[in-house]
């Protein structure tokens, strides 16, 4: 048969970091390139404990079917945190459990856009959101990001140039792949930018809980008086990334449509971890476990950081991230950023190339993210080395 | 703000079923309406015995990110079940796992429906694949249904009235809404129709393992040699509903495609209950369970059916379903059906209108749906007493 695929998908791949991901199964490899959080990040003896006592006293509704907006007491819990810790208003929003940050994306998306509408990103900007992006038949425009955030001139600039520009994708925190954070100042130019044009932010914040240097800055979801900004979070990075769950916080109009679209990909998300993430929160807080996972990776960082400070050459630039899993590098224009990956994959280091955070597609790119996450101590030590001397023969 | 819903979400309400599902929570409801599975069909102890192990020995891999097409031994698992019970080969096929049964519907849609094009399905038909084709921009066109499955001849004159007809969907055995199954020769017409008109077929099978009276019919997708269907199946009705964990087979092209769509929608179903599923086929196969649950829904069906011959006049007519969860019954044209409806709520029992299950929004429905799986014996005497006793009253 000949498949008449839909447009929209009919020329998107598959994700380079999943198809890199199914690679590191090789268990000699260095995996700088995975975003997978540190298994030992994960409470598993707690979560254990409580999934125990799930089974034994509530497993007819941890099994049965549950409410698409998600299991009540979890979203009362995640509405407070939004409140107290990210100064998300609960008045005119609705927050819902999703399964995964990426859903959140994907579906407020889904509800926005008409095929050929334009979502604007930073550039680079997180694979999986363009490609969600892509899959709704929206179009993605990048906009250059600067060290303290995008450039505001040139979120102007492509607005106007951009009339079907409907949605602004920022990850403002501790940014994936840049590993950069958002200025106050960016924050709130932005949201009036937006507010005036008449585009909804999605404000993507899956690393926000994980700062380890540096002050918090207000989300942009804490100032939307207007009510133009979708908050995506996630449990992903905290308690397991496995189980899928997220949630988010939308303007009440906005919420509705999501929960219906929502309801049609997967009629609600997992009734158990929801369940166990709730006895999680209620027997633990989130507070300590919060802060013994920050520490892990502010050390895994530093580690990170001064290797590259001693071993890597002076023309390559990274950015020194405050909280997240990423670091971001850039090589001088004359080193060949794909012979360069296929060179350090060689001697079994995995990084991501540039050119998969492209909003545009055929764009050339320099840059590369590597993780500190889940190689041990001795993989960051031995793996920097490594890439740090093939790009010494290269140059 | 002024909100530009996409065109196709704009239109969009909650489903009426889970709307009903909410008011359920009324302990004192017969809950005729849901379409939950019997919370005793689930296997709790031996789930928790299993979960316990994985928890003890495999928690990183359990709450760590997976693979988009699922846990591999699960998916082997499953090939292995769809080709020996049935009939579905390896050869061509992809199968990969999906966050329920409703997913598959869903991706199926995304990949192949541009806006616009046309979805056939039975008439009536499960309403959250017709929602979840509208949420795609798909348009939604029924076929009648006889006691045997879809009309033929209707069939071939709704694909010639629809040049943009891209999918026939199609819930053969055991149907939800109608509790029919469609026969060997009404399958066999269906797929010839398909192949030659160039329609996918997506072959919705949640409830085949429940057969609890008659004889096996070959799956449609047993006899696609042309690579027309897709099959979606669940564990939703069998381990679980709760867990969200579905599964789909497709040919080789469209799977690739369906793996891009999903991995954008949630990167991954649950890995913990894939695993959990894994571990219980590994240990007790399905077989034996499965015997258990049908023989539950058997005699909870043979009560109802009992209770209806008993008590229904004779000028309502309902299906005799020989597996699944539904019983589907017509008023006679003169009762109003959404007075019925009403009342019955009043009375406090709940089903659902026919009308939450038309391909065509504004038709007119003498259908409601009822279950036999939620509700205990006492209630299905009892509820099909009040249910009798109002039609009576309004004859």
């Known amino acids: 048969m000949q498949y008449n695929i839909s447009e929209k998908l009919v020329n998107m791949k598959p994700s380079a970091i999943r198809e890199i991901f199914k690679s590191l199964t090789d268990p000699e490899i260095i995996a700088f390139a995975a975003g997978n959080p540190a298994p030992e990040s994960f409470p598993s003896e707690k979560l254990a404990e409580l999934a125990s006592d799930i089974f034994t006293n509530r497993s007819s509704q941890a099994l049965q079917y549950g409410i698409t907006e998600g ?76 060290d303290d955030g995008i450039n505001v001139e040139k979120l102007k600039t492509a607005i106007d140039n951009n009339p079907r520009a409907k949605i602004l994708y920022l990850i403002p925190t501790f940014h994936n792949p840049a590993g950069t954070t958002m200025s106050l100042e960016k924050r709130r130019a932005v949201y009036e930018i937006c507010r005036e044009k008449g585009l909804l932010i999605i404000e993507d914040n899956p690393y926000g809980e994980l700062r380890f240097a540096g002050e918090d800055i207000p989300t942009i979801k804490s100032f939307d008086d207007a009510g133009i900004v979708v908050y995506c979070g996630s449990f992903s990075k905290i308690l397991s990334a496995g189980m899928r769950v997220g949630f988010l916080s939308a303007p009440e109009a906005v919420f509705q449509k999501i929960v219906v679209a929502k309801q049609v990909e997967d009629v609600h998300t997992n009734q158990f971890f929801q369940m166990l993430c709730a006895d999680f929160i209620t027997k633990y807080g989130l507070d300590e476990h919060i802060a013994g996972v920050s520490e892990l990776y502010r050390s895994k960082c530093e580690l990170m950081l001064g290797e590259l400070d ?86």
């Open 310 to 395: 001693k071993n890597m050459p002076e023309c390559v630039k990274y950015t020194r991230p405050e909280g997240g899993l990423f670091i971001w590098l850039t090589l001088p224009d004359h080193i060949c950023l794909n012979d360069f990956v296929k060179e350090a994959l060689a001697k079994k280091v995995a990084v991501v190339p540039g050119t998969a955070f492209s909003p545009e597609e055929s764009e050339i790119s320099h840059s590369f993210r590597v993780t500190y996450s889940t190689p041990s101590c001795e993989q960051i030590v031995r793996g920097v080395k490594i890439i740090s001397d093939i790009i010494k023969e290269m140059m």
């Open 71 to 146: 299991y009540l007491l979890l979203r009362e819990q995640v509405t407070s945190r939004l409140e107290t810790r990210f100064g998300i208003k609960r008045e005119g929003n609705g927050v819902m459990m999703v399964s995964g940050g990426q859903q959140g994306i994907e579906l407020t998306c889904k509800v926005m856009c008409n095929e050929g509408d334009v979502v604007l990103t930073e550039d680079p900007s997180f694979i999986g959101a363009l490609n969600a992006f892509r899959s709704n038949g929206a179009k993605t425009v990048g906009v250059e990001m600067e």
